[in-house]
């Protein structure tokens, strides 16, 4: 079985970042919205969020979820270098018919407003039940790196692969599917952060 894990919008300009009063943190802090969440069963979706939390926590980025739309002051902030994300994901019950047929998101870096689509049946069906929470996991995290890289690209290997394979399904039953080193690389360089790891 394989997927295309999502197809990529063109990449408009970058992300409009504000300034805004904010501490110290020690880490980069990216808050998730979350439009039409009720799409997804609740216990899956905080399978999901734990297993994207994880991930991302792994290069030391920090997820934050929320639910609904943000208000217009929360759009994007940057403090003292560390650049704060907003990102708005929005569930999509069903894909409209341009995208492939196994196409399970849709991401438009740069843009404003909702970049995320996830088509939640297209996950479900992609594999076994059993795998839905975690596959979920794997497909917002995917498509929250391709925000923050900013740019239409996949890798040859890991969670940004554009195309998961039954090995790939197998490993993330057993635990996350790890960042390649460049995308370790691209979601250093957006956030100004040396210190990031791989997260392997
Ligand atoms: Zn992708």
Not at 32 to 48: I, K, S
Not at 80 to 108: C, H, I, K, N, S
């Amino acid at each position: 079985m394989r997927n295309i894990v999502c197809m990529l919008g063109f990449v408009l300009a970058g992300m409009e970042v504000h300034a805004q009063e904010c501490g110290p943190r020690a880490e980069p802090l990216v808050r998730v919205h979350l439009e039409n969440f009720m799409t997804v069963p609740t216990a899956a979706l905080a399978r999901a969020k734990g297993v994207a939390a994880g991930i991302f926590a792994g290069a030391g980025v920090r997820l934050e979820w929320k639910e609904g739309e943000p208000r217009k002051s929360q759009q994007a902030a940057s403090c003292a270098g560390l650049a704060d994300e907003v990102l708005e994901v929005q569930f999509d019950e069903t894909a409209a018919t341009r995208f492939p047929r196994d196409a399970m998101a849709y991401a438009v870096p740069g843009k404003a407003g909702i970049c995320i689509h996830i088509f939640y049946n297209r996950v479900v069906a992609a594999h076994s039940r059993d795998l839905t929470p975690v596959l979920l996991g794997h497909v917002l995290a995917h498509e929250i790196t391709h925000i923050l890289e900013g740019v239409a690209r996949h890798s040859e290997d890991g969670l940004m692969k554009a195309h998961w394979s039954s090995s790939d399904y197998m490993e993330m039953s057993q635990h996350s599917l790890p960042f390649a080193e460049e995308d370790v690389q691209l979601l250093r360089a957006h956030f100004h952060r040396p210190a990031l790891s791989a997260g392997r």
